[in-house]
């Protein structure tokens, strides 16, 4: 055979493998053999073994551009060519996404034209003998729409929190959602799981250290693979209270007042301190002041407050909304008006009855004022009067005090049972108590004629001393002598009238003073004396002031000087002179005015 012909035949053989290559059977290591009018033989290593194939999954839930890769394998011809197709679930037909003719055979998936839900994909690796193998398929999902927002809670949260989400652009997408926790720096687990519109769940935030911690709300297919990831959240958690105490302000308290508070809290800090108050007995407290930061102190103007005594506390909250209340301190006093009391009475000297009055001032309350004397430079003090409601006042009669320098003070006594006493005023009191009456009574046979059985009295404004009348006497019956006189021209101006007085029964003077008769009826010079008998009793005045009452009773004629008595026609009025000698029971003198016989006159004499 030429050399020419010889090449020919080598070509026609190339050429045959290599349509083989591409359409015939998959053959093994044949030789094939040709003759023409040479002979020759070539030898062909044909590849009839498919190459692999894989696709790496893209993860379970995609977006946007996608990188697909691919790892095809053929140990004998090598790889022509790989093909990406995918397609819904559920749907039969596999779309193209890419061809791919080189390493490192990967390819893009512009998923923004895909509608968002699952999807399967799978690779086609052909060799370049023509074998072909089709890879695993592998699931995804596209969600370029889907998107979740958690709610956030309350950045400091304490008890059981509602935790919520929103799921947006989810589309016709199978899903549920799943609420994660993780301590900051730590791993997620599931707080709640499975969740359904509308996404709320319940976090029992006591079950969990305080402190920080990240929650996330993740949108899952409904093969449980994420789709969508919220943003993180960061809250505290605190359910430890805070602790509180009050320091003692003091007392008494008037005016802006500053109180100091400690207060401090762990986890999620102090949020603010309120100071408490309330008035001893009284079951409601109220807020006086608030501190939002630190030193925790405000003022409290108690001049707002009713004065008395207060319980006061103070009550700290953190930012979680955890409440500590301090101990009480208290009772403190509040006195924004302190107590006070003055005595009031007329100036000069005092006689009578006199006015006495107090001012009187506190902020708590009174309780009474007492109105009080006692003789100046003594510490015993006599109630005036006591008093429990304004006005505050009384009147002292003087009359029944002794002459001299008197004290005069009121003491208070507040709502609190504290007691305050005024400022002590002096004054002096001049009082002379009087003669008050004189009277002669009929008690003989003759009207108008002195003999036994008859009876003289002497009346006295007040009550009256008997030893300052006859030393000695307390007033019960006492022999004297009874005395009716001739005065002579002498004894009044001139004028020539009779006199009635008392001796003792040896004639020593009784201090029950001089009465002029005004009659004429013993002879000049001549006089008559009755053996009689004294007594002292007490009656009450008009006024209610007791009085002393002298009676002298007429017993037997004791002796007459050159005549007897004779029998008075006319009823003059009758005037005693009182002795300066007589005093009272508190020792004030007995003026000596004259003192007109008043009432009916049964004249004896």
Same mark, same amino acid.
């Given at each position: 055979?030429?050399?020419?012909?010889?090449?020919?035949?080598?070509?026609?053989?190339?050429?045959?493998?290599?349509?083989?290559?591409?359409?015939?059977?998959?053959?093994?290591?044949?030789?094939?053999?040709?003759?023409?009018?040479?002979?020759?033989?070539?030898?062909?290593?044909?590849?009839?073994?498919?190459?692999?194939?894989?696709?790496?999954?893209?993860?379970?839930?995609?977006?946007?551009?996608?990188?697909?890769?691919?790892?095809?394998?053929?140990?004998?011809?090598?790889?022509?060519?790989?093909?990406?197709?995918?397609?819904?679930?559920?749907?039969?037909?596999?779309?193209?996404?890419?061809?791919?003719?080189?390493?490192?055979?990967?390819?893009?998936?512009?998923?923004?034209?895909?509608?968002?839900?699952?999807?399967?994909?799978?690779?086609?690796?052909?060799?370049?003998?023509?074998?072909?193998?089709?890879?695993?398929?592998?699931?995804?999902?596209?969600?370029?729409?889907?998107?979740?927002?958690?709610?956030?809670?309350?950045?400091?949260?304490?008890?059981?929190?509602?935790?919520?989400?929103?799921?947006?652009?989810?589309?016709?997408?199978?899903?549920?959602?799943?609420?994660?926790?993780?301590?900051?720096?730590?791993?997620?687990?599931?707080?709640?799981?499975?969740?359904?519109?509308?996404?709320?769940?319940?976090?029992?935030?006591?079950?969990?250290?305080?402190?920080?911690?990240?929650?996330?709300?993740?949108?899952?297919?409904?093969?449980?693979?994420?789709?969508?990831?919220?943003?993180?959240?960061?809250?505290?958690?605190?359910?430890?209270?805070?602790?509180?105490?009050?320091?003692?302000?003091?007392?008494?308290?008037?005016?802006?007042?500053?109180?100091?508070?400690?207060?401090?809290?762990?986890?999620?800090?102090?949020?603010?301190?309120?100071?408490?108050?309330?008035?001893?007995?009284?079951?409601?407290?109220? /807020? $006086?002041? &608030?501190? =939002?930061?630190? @030193? %925790?102190? !405000?003022?409290?103007? #108690? *001049?707002?407050?009713?004065? +008395?005594?207060?319980?006061?506390?103070?009550?700290?909250?953190?930012?979680?909304?955890?409440?500590?209340?301090?101990?009480?301190?208290?009772?403190?006093?509040?006195?924004?008006?302190?107590?006070?009391?003055?005595?009031?009475?007329?100036?000069?000297?005092?006689?009578?009855?006199?006015?006495?009055?107090?001012?009187?001032?506190?902020?708590?309350?009174?309780?009474?004022?007492?109105?009080?004397?006692?003789?100046?430079?003594?510490?015993?003090?006599? /109630? $005036?009067? &006591?008093? =429990?409601?304004? @006005? %505050?006042? !009384?009147?002292?009669? #003087? *009359?029944?005090?002794?002459? +001299?320098?008197?004290?005069?003070?009121?003491?208070?006594?507040?709502?609190?049972?504290?007691?305050?006493?005024?400022?002590?005023?002096?004054?002096?009191?001049?009082?002379?108590?009087?003669?008050?009456?004189?009277?002669?009574?009929?008690?003989?046979?003759?009207?108008?004629?002195?003999?036994?059985?008859?009876?003289?009295?002497?009346?006295?404004?007040?009550?009256?001393?008997?030893?300052?009348?006859?030393?000695?006497?307390?007033?019960?019956?006492?022999?004297?002598?009874?005395?009716?006189?001739?005065?002579?021209?002498?004894?009044?101006?001139?004028?020539?009238?009779?006199?009635?007085?008392?001796?003792?029964?040896?004639?020593?003077?009784?201090?029950?003073?001089?009465?002029?008769?005004?009659?004429?009826?013993?002879?000049?010079?001549?006089?008559?004396?009755?053996?009689?008998?004294?007594?002292?009793?007490?009656?009450?005045?008009?006024?209610?002031?007791?009085?002393?009452?002298?009676?002298?009773?007429?017993?037997?004629?004791?002796?007459?000087?050159?005549?007897?008595?004779?029998?008075?026609?006319?009823?003059?009025?009758?005037?005693?002179?009182?002795?300066?000698?007589?005093?009272?029971?508190?020792?004030?003198?007995?003026?000596?005015?004259?003192?007109?016989?008043?009432?009916?006159?049964?004249?004896?004499?």
């Amino acid at each position: 055979m030429t050399t020419t012909a010889r090449n020919v035949s080598v070509l026609a053989v190339a050429l045959l493998l290599a349509v083989l290559a591409v359409h015939g059977p998959r053959s093994s290591s044949a030789i094939f053999t040709s003759s023409s009018q040479a002979v020759s033989s070539v030898t062909a290593a044909a590849d009839w073994t498919p190459p692999t194939v894989t696709v790496t999954d893209p993860g379970p839930s995609v977006s946007g551009t996608v990188t697909v890769r691919t790892t095809p394998t053929d140990a004998d011809s090598g790889i022509a060519r790989v093909v990406v197709e995918g397609r819904p679930t559920g749907a039969s037909a596999w779309q193209q996404v890419c061809t791919v003719t080189a390493a490192p055979w990967t390819c893009s998936l512009d998923t923004a034209g895909l509608t968002d839900g699952e999807y399967a994909l799978r690779a086609r690796a052909v060799d370049k003998a023509g074998n072909e193998a089709t890879s695993a398929v592998v699931r995804t999902t596209v969600a370029n729409r889907a998107s979740i927002v958690l709610t956030a809670p309350s950045s400091t949260v304490r008890g059981t929190v509602a935790l919520a989400a929103d799921v947006r652009e989810v589309g016709a997408l199978p899903h549920t959602v799943r609420i994660e926790r993780a301590p900051v720096g730590g791993a997620f687990t599931t707080l709640c799981d499975s969740l359904s519109s509308p996404y709320a769940c319940s976090w029992d935030t006591t079950t969990v250290t305080p402190g920080a911690h990240q929650l996330r709300a993740v949108v899952l297919d409904a093969a449980g693979r994420a789709v969508a990831t919220s943003a993180t959240v960061t809250v505290t958690t605190d359910n430890v209270a805070p602790s509180v105490a009050l320091t003692d302000p003091s007392s008494p308290l008037k005016g802006v007042r500053p109180f100091a508070v400690t207060a401090s809290d762990a986890h999620s800090g102090v949020a603010r301190v309120v100071v408490q108050g309330t008035p001893v007995g009284a079951a409601a407290w109220r /807020d $006086l002041c &608030t501190a =939002t930061q630190s @030193p %925790w102190g !405000c003022s409290v103007d #108690t *001049t707002a407050l009713a004065d +008395g005594q207060w319980s006061f506390r103070a009550m700290a909250t953190d930012l979680a909304g955890n409440s500590t209340t301090s101990a009480v301190v208290g009772p403190r006093l509040i006195e924004n008006v302190a107590p006070t009391v003055t005595v009031d009475v007329r100036t000069g000297s005092l006689s009578g009855t006199v006015p006495v009055s107090a001012t009187a001032t506190s902020g708590v309350g009174i309780t009474s004022v007492r109105l009080q004397v006692a003789p100046a430079g003594s510490s015993t003090w006599t /109630d $005036l009067c &006591t008093r =429990t409601a304004a @006005p %505050w006042s !009384c009147v002292w009669n #003087t *009359t029944r005090v002794a002459n +001299g320098q008197w004290s005069l003070r009121a003491v208070m006594v507040d709502g609190l049972g504290r007691t305050t006493t005024s400022t002590v005023v002096t004054r002096s009191v001049a009082v002379t108590f009087l003669g008050a009456d004189v009277q002669s009574a009929n008690g003989g046979d003759t009207v108008g004629r002195s003999e036994t059985g008859d009876s003289f009295t002497y009346t006295f404004s007040h009550e009256v001393n008997p030893a300052s009348i006859l030393a000695g006497w307390n007033g019960q019956p006492r022999a004297v002598i009874a005395r009716v006189r001739d005065t002579g021209s002498s004894y009044f101006s001139g004028s020539d009238e009779d006199v009635f007085d008392v001796v003792t029964t040896n004639e020593a003077p009784i201090n029950l003073g001089v009465v002029n008769l005004k009659e004429d009826y013993i002879l000049a010079g001549r006089s008559a004396q009755f053996d009689s008998t004294m007594t002292a009793t007490t009656v009450a005045g008009p006024d209610g002031t007791p009085r002393t009452v002298v009676t002298i009773s007429f017993g037997s004629l004791r002796a007459w000087h050159l005549t007897a008595p004779k029998t008075v026609s006319s009823s003059s009025t009758m005037v005693w002179t009182p002795s300066a000698l007589v005093t009272d029971t508190v020792g004030r003198p007995l003026s000596t005015a004259p003192v007109l016989e008043t009432g009916p006159l049964d004249r004896e004499f």
